[in-house]
């Protein structure tokens, strides 16, 4: 366990770029009109470019040092938890405390858009969290695989599936009703078992995927 905190403290202190764009984002982001996405919102860009760091800087440099390859699955995993709940804590908070200040403007929290919040602004924030951490462990796997056949193989099924299904009609009900589990769901024990389940499943396919993985 020592070796894996370790590790979890490399990758967050690593990680300062996407900090830091996170926060000039956050602070500079701006809209017009009566409608504006609330700004905690743009915390969420850490998940999105946190794996891109964790794969394809930290991962070669860890190896170099000496850290196992489950060592530092697990220290992502840690990493992804921490980022997951400080990001969804920010953003309830921004929500809760700074959102209703713009009285002259609707703001827009996806929070709300994705129904999290008529289940109460706690289970909201820990649906968030729950999302937040399927979508990080996504990209994580996703970006592993790009080196190997079967990286090249999902692209072309994702792409497949976003052209294909968007424009027959019965496909795009599947697709619409597979985010509406993921994302836009207010049953909150449905959607954070299920985020849970694909997060179970994503970590073991991560973990295949790193078998393979070669510097």
Not at 31 to 43: A, C, F, P, Q
Not at 80 to 93: E, H, R, V
Not at 110 to 119: F, I, P, Q, S
Not at 131 to 142: A, D, T
Request: glycine residues 6%; positive net charge.
């Amino acid at each position: 366990m020592t070796a894996i905190f370790a590790i979890v403290k490399r990758l967050l202190a690593s990680n300062k770029i996407s900090f830091i764009i996170t926060v000039l984002v956050v602070l500079c982001a701006t809209s017009s009109g009566d409608g504006v996405l609330s700004n905690g919102n743009y915390i969420w860009l850490l998940a999105v470019m946190t794996p891109f760091f964790f794969v394809y800087y930290d991962y070669t440099k860890l190896i170099h040092l000496g850290a196992s390859k489950r060592d530092y699955f697990f220290g992502c995993l840690i990493s992804y938890g921490f980022l997951a709940f400080c990001i969804s804590l920010f953003n309830t908070a921004i929500h809760l405390l700074i959102d209703p200040i713009y009285s002259a403007r609707t703001v827009i929290n996806l929070m709300d858009v994705c129904k999290w919040t008529e289940n109460g602004i706690i289970v909201a924030g820990l649906q968030q969290m729950f999302f937040l951490l399927l979508g990080m462990l996504f990209l994580h796997v996703l970006l592993s695989m790009q080196p190997h056949w079967y990286g090249w193989l999902t692209d072309a099924v994702l792409v497949v599936i976003i052209c294909i299904f968007t424009r027959i009609a019965p496909l795009r009900g599947v697709l619409a009703g597979f985010f509406q589990i993921i994302m836009l769901n207010s049953n909150a024990v449905l959607h954070m078992g299920i985020c849970l389940l694909l997060s179970a499943a994503l970590s073991l396919v991560g973990l295949l995927v790193l078998k393979k993985k070669t510097l």
